[in-house]
């Protein structure tokens, strides 16, 4: 059976799935704002050890339809690896229909479009990539490793291979400073590369405000609770989405959003616009909940 190697993340959409854990920790872990893997020394794990698990599970081979490759960017993984597990899963899970992973833009990047093809066809169908931001002078800061350029220019090269993108957005990310730019950008972002799925967190501060302004390479000033709304705001209205599942109801979130863009545009933006006209009215998640 299965030993995790803990803290174990996975995203919302993979409760029902088989976690399994082909590499510990992140390949970057240097973002300023994240601290989900700083537990961890990032390493890939031996194959024969993550064969060894699937096969323990021969006895429920007929249950598992759907399978997220952990830790924080399984995508790092060579083409060639990626290829002999996919076959493996497959061989294993008569039943399988998904499998699905974290990945980084650079880890798309690194594979040809013929070889994000072939992963595709052997079931890799779904990619989560936390962007964060689009806004290029946000991301230097942030030291997230990543620019506008290359992350429009990899997940378009992974939805034209067939594989689906979720992506996320954090909303807050940039303090008063970069507010404006920040929205602005990352919604530019998300135009070029109109993901199946997308969503967006509050900046959260899990080992506190001024250890995240420590590792913040520039001043910080944090958005309030109305702030962040406009933000929100400010993100949608620049949105010009074709049909991308929109969810901002995470935890984080102090007002909650569903919808389909750009089908449901106005009315999220109507929404947002109730509580920035009557902010003393406005239904609002209250602040102890969002650590839950």
Not at 34 to 61: G, H, N, T, W
Not at 159 to 176: C, F, H, T
Request: include cysteine; glycine fraction near 4%; hydrophobic fraction near 40%.
């Amino acid at each position: 059976m299965i030993t995790y190697d803990e803290p174990l993340f996975r995203p919302p959409s993979e409760a029902y799935s088989l976690i399994l854990q082909v590499s510990l920790g992140c390949a970057w872990n240097k973002c300023a704002f994240c601290e989900m893997y700083s537990s961890k020394q990032f390493r890939v794990r031996p194959e024969a050890d993550v064969f060894a698990e699937i096969e323990s599970l021969s006895p429920y081979s007929d249950q598992i339809r759907k399978v997220f490759l952990a830790d924080g960017n399984a995508m790092v993984l060579s083409f060639d690896k990626l290829s002999r597990l996919l076959d493996k899963l497959n061989a294993s899970f008569p039943k399988l229909n998904r499998v699905s992973a974290y990945a980084l833009p650079r880890d798309i990047e690194s594979k040809t479009e013929e070889e994000l093809q072939i992963l595709a066809d052997k079931g890799l169908k779904l990619l989560y990539v936390g962007i964060e931001s689009g806004d290029d002078e946000l991301l230097q800061v942030i030291n997230k490793g990543e620019n506008f350029k290359r992350t429009s220019q990899a997940l378009q090269k992974a939805r034209q291979a067939g594989i689906k993108l979720s992506v996320m957005i954090l909303n807050g990310l940039g303090g008063q400073k970069f507010s404006e730019q920040h929205a602005i950008n990352s919604a530019k972002l998300v135009n070029e590369i109109q993901p199946e799925f997308l969503s967006t967190l509050v900046l959260s501060y899990p080992y506190g405000e001024d250890h995240f302004k420590q590792k913040f390479d520039d001043e910080f000033i944090p958005l309030n609770t109305i702030e962040l709304i406009a933000e929100m705001k400010v993100f949608i209205e620049t949105l010009k989405l074709n049909n991308t599942v929109f969810r901002s109801d995470h935890a984080s979130n102090y007002l909650i959003l569903k919808g389909n863009l750009s089908r449901d545009k106005e009315e999220l933006l109507n929404r947002i616009n109730g509580v920035l006209n009557d902010p003393a009215n406005a239904k609002l998640r209250p602040e102890w909940m969002r650590g839950l």
